[in-house]
């Protein structure tokens, strides 16, 4: 694939991914990725569909799953079950007196020297049950090591998370733009300087649309995605109205 059309920083990736297309194409062997962000699935289909013999089955435990795992495949085996690849799991806590948030069960999840492609997406219901999905190879050490999240002791129960449905939750607020540029609409959400929102782009700590944006000036829409690193995940809702002035007011939803 011509890697022109694509960033740099996605280059590694689809080299690798290349790879183990070729690997199935040519030796008839099964391959199954680590879970991929959406960007990362979007790519991942482009490659797939330039091979006539090879397909693709995603897998994430949920319905409507974020993350997912690409079980690459020749064709002949596209009527097989590969769900067995993602394991649930229900994070058992004493959710009556404690509140567990996303964050902290992720970050603790990391400080165990995990990978983050490793986890499959973190669910938290409204009565506060928590669960998530993970690499089959992966459980038996995640079982043993995740015994707490923070200073809370909590347990690991498997679970068939294949009925239940991931269903993005928001906070909504309010915020007035001059315009819909990238930079602007950052400064806007972390209430920053330019200079600050300047230097996050540059250094790669702003995502749009699962990608990492360096361009100051890319334009969003509304329904983009914008992840912005220590402040959170956000989505561009609607535009409620435009002041006298010719700002915008749009609604945003912060992801929870």
């Known amino acids: 694939m011509n890697l022109a059309h694509f960033k740099k ?10 790879d183990l297309i070729h690997q199935v ?15 990362e699935q979007e790519i991942v289909q482009m490659l797939v569909n330039e091979f006539s013999d090879v397909e693709v089955q995603w897998i994430g435990g949920f319905k409507n799953a974020e993350r997912k795992r690409a079980i690459l495949i020749p064709t002949y085996l596209n009527d097989q079950d590969f769900s067995y690849t993602v394991i649930g799991y229900e994070v058992r806590y004493a959710h009556k007196m404690v509140d567990l ?5 992720l970050g603790t999840i990391m400080s165990l020297g995990i990978e983050r492609q490793i986890i499959g997406d973190i669910l938290i219901l409204a009565d506060k049950r928590i669960f998530l999905a993970v690499c089959e190879e992966m459980a038996p050490f995640i079982e043993q090591a995740l015994v707490k999240v923070g200073r809370h002791s909590i347990s690991l129960v498997k679970k068939k998370i294949n009925e239940l449905e991931r269903i993005e939750t928001y ?12 930079d602007v609409i950052v400064c806007a959400l972390t209430k920053e300087s330019r200079s600050f929102t300047s230097e996050s782009i540059k250094q790669g700590n ?4 699962f990608k990492v944006e360096q361009n100051h000036s890319k334009e969003c829409h509304i329904g983009d995605m914008i992840s912005i690193k220590r402040y959170g995940r956000y989505k561009l809702l609607e535009i409620k109205s435009q002041t006298k002035s010719g700002r915008k007011i749009v609604i945003v939803g912060k992801v929870v």
Request: no cysteine; glycine share 4%; proline share 4%.
């Open 9 to 18: 920083e996605e280059h590694g990736f689809i080299v690798r991914m290349e």
């Open 206 to 209: 702003i995502q749009h649309n």
């Open 171 to 182: 906070e909504r607020r309010e915020i007035i733009v001059s315009s819909m540029r990238l």
């Open 101 to 105: 948030r996303h964050p902290q069960v």
């Open 25 to 39: 194409y040519e030796g008839y062997q099964l391959k199954t990725t680590k879970f991929l962000t959406p960007r």
